[in-house]
């Protein structure tokens, strides 16, 4: 998402040191120093961590006011920071600029989603994120940027989706991968998608709207989708009012 060390690096060449057969080799029994033992073989070099298996130790705001502005990646499990990549992908299909959308990150994380967001304009930006230390770091990241457009909430995504809430123009779903969160966020979203909004969800799977987990809400059409090494990302339309909005 590494090289294994050179085979036999550290150990001895064979038979370096050691005298050939025949060649004036002492004879056994006549009091010569018996044959140096050969060293043993040093062990092998455990092979370094493969490339993408552990999360970055920082991402970036790569758009908008804060561009080049660097996000800390807290040390929580299932933390999967959308790459800069993908990011910079999504924010193409969305046109750049967020000028006075209302957005919603569900699993902020880091806040890479969110904080792009408002970097580019959005007039509202709600980080939601269950995790103490990373909700921390979202206060502490939101201070650093004097940016009064974010609001970060320490809550579970349902919990925060129980209670009757504002309108968004762009939710962002990027739960931890093999968790059954799409499947219990998606029903409850139609209570705070705007008019027209959009979905950008990740997953470790391509979706299609009329299975599930998507087909927990009717109305949605897929506008864009791509592949990043594992993560499938996708960006979906509300095209109809959801049922229950």
């Known amino acids: 998402m590494a090289r294994g060390p050179e085979r036999g690096r550290g150990a001895l060449d064979r038979g370096r040191g050691v005298p050939e057969r025949g060649r004036g080799a002492p004879d056994r029994g006549r009091g010569?120093?018996?044959?140096?033992?050969?060293?043993?073989?040093?062990?092998?070099?455990p092979a370094p961590a493969r490339r993408g298996t552990e999360p970055p130790a920082k991402v970036r705001i790569i758009g908008g006011d804060w561009k080049r502005t660097p996000l800390a990646v807290v040390d929580v499990p299932g933390l999967r920071p959308t790459p800069d990549r993908v990011r910079e992908t999504l924010f193409n299909w969305l046109g750049q600029r967020l000028d006075d959308w209302r957005c919603?990150?569900?699993?902020?994380?880091?806040?890479?989603?969110?904080?792009?967001?408002?970097?580019?304009?959005?007039?509202?930006?709600?980080?939601?994120?269950?995790?103490?230390?990373?909700?921390?770091?979202?206060?502490?990241?939101?201070?650093?940027?004097?940016?009064?457009?974010?609001?970060?909430?320490?809550?579970?995504?349902?919990?925060?989706?129980?209670?009757?809430?504002?309108?968004f123009d762009l939710v962002f779903l990027d739960p931890?991968?093999?968790?059954?969160?799409?499947?219990?966020?998606?029903?409850?979203?139609?209570?705070?998608?705007?008019?027209?909004?959009?979905?950008?969800?990740?997953?470790?799977r391509p979706l299609t709207p009329d299975v599930p987990p998507l087909s927990a809400l009717p109305g949605l059409v897929v506008h864009r989708a791509d592949k990043a090494g594992q993560v499938h990302y996708h960006l979906l339309l509300l095209t109809s009012p959801a049922p229950g909005a």
């Open 104 to 167: 919603l990150d569900l699993y902020a994380g880091t806040g890479a989603l969110g904080l792009e967001a408002a970097s580019r304009g959005a007039s509202r930006v709600v980080l939601v994120e269950r995790d103490a230390r990373a909700a921390n770091a979202l206060r502490a990241a939101k201070e650093r940027l004097d940016a009064d457009a974010v609001e970060v909430v320490q809550a579970d995504a349902v919990t925060y989706l129980s209670t009757p809430r504002d309108r």
């Open 176 to 204: 931890p991968f093999g968790s059954a969160e799409l499947e219990r966020v998606l029903p409850r979203l139609a209570a705070v998608l705007a008019p027209g909004a959009a979905v950008y969800v990740e997953a470790d």
């Open 32 to 45: 010569a120093d018996p044959a140096p033992a050969r060293a043993p073989k040093a062990p092998d070099k």
